[in-house]
C-alpha cells in the first residue's frame, strides 16, 4: 500500500472512532441545562371566582309551599325527588355564594329546619333536608292559641288553651279541676334566640303563683314541649279557623301585668 493511501486510511479509522465517542457522550450527558415546563392553568371556577355551590334535595312530599332562607336570599323548592340526582342537576333547587359558612332555614305550612352549612370554593354539595336529616328544628314564634296535649304535673289540665299574643300567654280555656284559671298569664318573656320561656307554676290549691324559666323544645311549627324544673309539658298550634271560633265564644280579660309572686311549693302546669 502506498504511503498517501495509508495515512487516509488511518484517518478515515480515527475519524469514525471519533464521531463515535462524541454521540455517546451527547447521549448519556446531554446538555446541562434544565428545562421548565409549566403546568396548565387551572380550568375556570364554574361558579365564579371565590365561589362555590349549594344545592337542596328533599325525597318527601311537605304539606304547602317550601321557602328556603340562605344568606338574605329566599327560595321556593317545588321539586320532590325520587332518587337523588346530580348536585349540578339543572332543575335542581340552588344557590351559588361565595366560599364561607352560612345558617339555612327552610319552612314548610308546619316543617321547620336549620342548618349550618360550609361552602367551599369550586364545589358543589348537596344538602338533603327530608325529615330535617343532619339539621335542628330551632324556634319559631308563638302568636296563635296552643292547646295542652297532657296533664304533666298538673292533674286534670289536659286541654288548657293559651293565646299567645303581645308578648304574653293568657290562659283562654282551663278544664275543670285544673289550677290554672281563665285569665291567668301562664307565659311570659318569651326568648326566640335562647328558646326559653317564663311559665307560671301554682301550688296543688291553685295559689302560690311564680314563674319559672323554662327551656322549649319545637318538633315543628306547631308543636312545642315545655321543659321546666317540674317536668315536660307538651302543646299544639291550634289551627287559625279553630282559634277563631274559640275566641269568639270567649269573654276576652286584658291583663296588664303578671299575677303576684309568692314563696312555698311549686309544681309547674
Known amino acids: 500500500m502506498k504511503p498517501e493511501k495509508y495515512i487516509?486510511?488511518?484517518f478515515g479509522i480515527f475519524l469514525i472512532f471519533a464521531l463515535a465517542y462524541i454521540s455517546a457522550c451527547d447521549s448519556k450527558g446531554g446538555s446541562t441545562e434544565s428545562v421548565i415546563v409549566n403546568p396548565p392553568p387551572p380550568p375556570p371556577n364554574p361558579y365564579g371566582e371565590g365561589n362555590g355551590k349549594i344545592s337542596f334535595i328533599r325525597t318527601q312530599q311537605i304539606d304547602g309551599s317550601v321557602i328556603i332562607y340562605i344568606s338574605n336570599k329566599q327560595i321556593n323548592d317545588t321539586i320532590v325527588w325520587n332518587v337523588s340526582p346530580s348536585c349540578d342537576t339543572n332543575i335542581i333547587t340552588s344557590q351559588i355564594l361565595k366560599a364561607g359558612n352560612y345558617s339555612v332555614r327552610i319552612e314548610g305550612n308546619i316543617f321547620l329546619c336549620n342548618y349550618n352549612v360550609n361552602v367551599e370554593e369550586r364545589k358543589c354539595k348537596i344538602l338533603d333536608y327530608t325529615n330535617c336529616s343532619g339539621g335542628y328544628v330551632g324556634c319559631y314564634t308563638l302568636d296563635g292559641v296552643w292547646n295542652r296535649t297532657a296533664d304533666g304535673p298538673c292533674p286534670n289540665c289536659r286541654g288548657l288553651k293559651i293565646e299567645f299574643r303581645n308578648g304574653v300567654g293568657e290562659?283562654?280555656?282551663?278544664?275543670?279541676?285544673?289550677?290554672?284559671p281563665i285569665g291567668d298569664l301562664k307565659w311570659i318573656d318569651f326568648d326566640i334566640n335562647g328558646c326559653n320561656i317564663s311559665d307560671l307554676a301554682r301550688d296543688s290549691l291553685g295559689g302560690g303563683p311564680e314563674y319559672q324559666r323554662a327551656s322549649m323544645t319545637f318538633e315543628n311549627k306547631n308543636s312545642l314541649i315545655?321543659?321546666?324544673?317540674?317536668?315536660t309539658i307538651p302543646y299544639s298550634r291550634i289551627s287559625t279557623d279553630e282559634a277563631k271560633k274559640i275566641l269568639k265564644n270567649i269573654k276576652r280579660t286584658d291583663n296588664s301585668g303578671a299575677p303576684a309572686k309568692s314563696t312555698g311549693l311549686q309544681t309547674a302546669g
Open 8 to 10: 487516509t486510511y488511518i
Open 226 to 231: 315545655i321543659n321546666g324544673p317540674s317536668g
Open 171 to 180: 290562659v283562654i280555656y282551663t278544664p275543670p279541676g285544673c289550677r290554672f
